[in-house]
């Protein structure tokens, strides 16, 4: 074991889901060790602790993992399981925490952002409940990275992260264990896997995207090794170190190729995707896509219909600019809908309490209580045994959702690596102004209300302020700004457009003009172009 003398490095405060940086950062000189000591001190040490290490196999991963495992048994951790080569999907992780019961893990992932040497890598701490540290914990992380002194590592030749099985690295027991088995194992109680299995043999058709990311293999095993999909049906299934040079985000800009297969001639039945780290997922029908928000007020109104949710649902969480389609559903069914901020963490608390069985975000993350993550593989599972229940194309089963609780329509817009100062600048400014704003005209809309949202855990009493700013329109039109903290350069802009529709005649309008109006009066009242400099978005979903 070596103690190494070190400084702090600037710049390592953890985001909304761990440390994301380009690559070539993390390889830097100390900086990785810096960041992996200052973790092990900020979670009060790892000796004789039981930790969960994998990734999504994006560059760098199995170098990382070499170094993570070196520190841990200098730090006198007593056992690391690890994902064989490397590899474990985020939702895989979370629940090989809490089927070892084990006390946290490190993630390495910079989830849907591209990967490769000039590309993005992440790293994360996950708790014993298998979800993302609170900030309590990112910020007692970030204390640490600012004193830090020395860190300690042992020198080794390495760990064969290749091979299944029980290694030993100076007094650390290092098990290598099959990175889909227990997953698999977990999907088979969730899901009715005899009714999906008809399904398939009925004719049923589908194409899922895994996007040369970390789903493929679990995608491999379980929709074409137990469901019985036909072979194929799986594509870019191998995870790549650069994800085949592709943007591992599953949406119809960087998921395009599904999009087309989906709306061609004699196209697939279902079509789904998910990201780098296998937490994301998006749901294609024949000519129809779903978003991320419908998807999730669409498996709340169904989630009865696969076993493990046959009772009904405690309750149902949603990131704040996700759409409002889920509060109409959780209405009907009786149960409370809870609005968070961004950032699977604060579902966790939820979850744990048993006040909230599914959550959901309009990134396109899905997920219920059987993790602490959000779940690509699950919400496409979820959606098959749904559709193995109702017998409905995935178009007639969204027409029957929108004539009974409205159609929510919902985009949105981002504007991504935006000089900083200029993208705080135009946020300051429209905070300013959200005093006023009610009872104004903008455009064709006149402002109902508008805050800064903020939110009180209704577990722990924690609050967290300066989560996006929300304008809320009458005749049921939303806006919500804010700024992510998921990217690695510059900031991106986010900007939510929602317009609930209730007549019957205008629930298939094209999107786009659905949200014309309250388009028009964001960009007005945040005055966008003018402090930023962009006209059109970078990215739009």
Request: contains cysteine; glycine residues 12%; hydrophobic residues 40%.
């Amino acid at each position: 074991m070596q103690i190494v003398r070190t400084n702090p490095i600037d710049g390592q405060k953890p985001g909304t889901s761990g440390l994301r940086k380009k690559t070539a950062v993390f390889q830097r000189p100390r900086y990785l060790e810096n960041y992996v000591q200052s973790t092990f001190d900020g979670i009060g040490g790892v000796e004789g602790k039981v930790l969960v290490v994998g990734g999504d196999g994006r560059y760098f991963n199995d170098k990382a993992i070499q170094i993570i495992l070196s520190m841990a048994a200098a730090n006198g951790a007593a056992k690391c399981i690890v994902g064989q080569r490397g590899i474990l999907s985020t939702p895989a992780a979370s629940h090989l925490i809490r089927n070892r019961k084990a006390d946290g893990g490190l993630i390495l992932s910079a989830s849907h952002n591209p990967g490769g040497p000039e590309e993005d890598f992440g790293l994360k701490y996950n708790g014993p409940n298998g979800g993302p540290a609170s900030e309590t914990v990112t910020d007692k992380i970030f204390a640490c990275t600012q004193k830090i002194e020395v860190f300690k590592i042992c020198a080794s030749g390495g760990v064969d992260i290749n091979t299944v099985g029980t290694q030993t690295l100076q007094n650390m027991i290092v098990e290598i264990v099959d990175p889909v088995s227990d997953y698999a194992a977990l999907m088979e109680d969730i899901f009715d896997f005899d009714k999906i299995r008809a399904l398939f043999a009925s004719g049923f058709t589908m194409r899922f995207d895994a996007m040369h990311a970390v789903t493929g293999p679990y995608a491999h095993a379980i929709l074409e090794g137990k469901l019985g999909a036909a072979k194929g049906t799986v594509v870019n299934g191998t995870p790549s170190p650069d994800f085949g040079g592709g943007h591992p985000d599953p949406n119809p800009i960087w998921a395009k190729s599904l999009m087309d297969t989906m709306f061609a001639k004699n196209a697939p039945d279902f079509g789904a995707a998910s990201d780098g780290d296998g937490d994301r997922n998006m749901i294609v029908g024949r000519d129809t896509y779903v978003t991320p928000s419908d998807s999730l007020a669409v498996v709340t109104a169904m989630a009865h219909l696969a076993p493990a949710y046959k009772e009904g649902l405690a309750g149902v969480a949603r990131s704040m600019p996700t759409s409002r389609a889920v509060d109409r559903v959780a209405e009907s069914l009786g149960i409370e809908c809870y609005e968070t901020p961004t950032g699977w963490k604060f579902f966790g608390n939820l979850l744990d309490a048993g006040k909230v069985t599914l959550c959901g975000e309009e990134s396109a993350g899905t997920g219920s209580n059987h993790v602490r993550e959000k779940d690509g593989l699950w919400a496409v599972l979820l959606w098959l045994n749904i559709l193995a229940e109702t017998k409905q194309s995935v178009a007639d089963l969204m027409v029957d959702f929108w004539a009974k609780y409205g159609r929510c329509y919902y985009s949105r817009h981002d504007y991504e690596a935006v000089e900083s100062d200029k993208a705080n600048a135009m946020m300051d400014a429209l905070r300013a102004k959200l005093p006023t704003l009610a009872g104004t005209k903008v455009g064709n809309l006149t402002v109902e209300t508008a805050d800064e949202f903020a939110y009180d855990d209704p577990v722990d009493g924690s609050r967290s302020t300066g989560q996006g700013i929300r304008i809320s329109f009458e005749g049921g039109a939303r806006a919500v700004l804010r700024l992510s903290g998921t990217g690695t350069q510059g900031a991106t802009i986010r900007i939510y457009l929602e317009q609930l529709e209730t007549d019957a005649g205008r629930l298939q309008m094209a999107p786009a003009d659905a949200l014309a109006d309250v388009r028009s009066s964001a960009m007005t009242l945040s005055d966008l172009t003018a402090m930023t400099g962009r006209v059109d978005p970078d990215v739009v979903t």
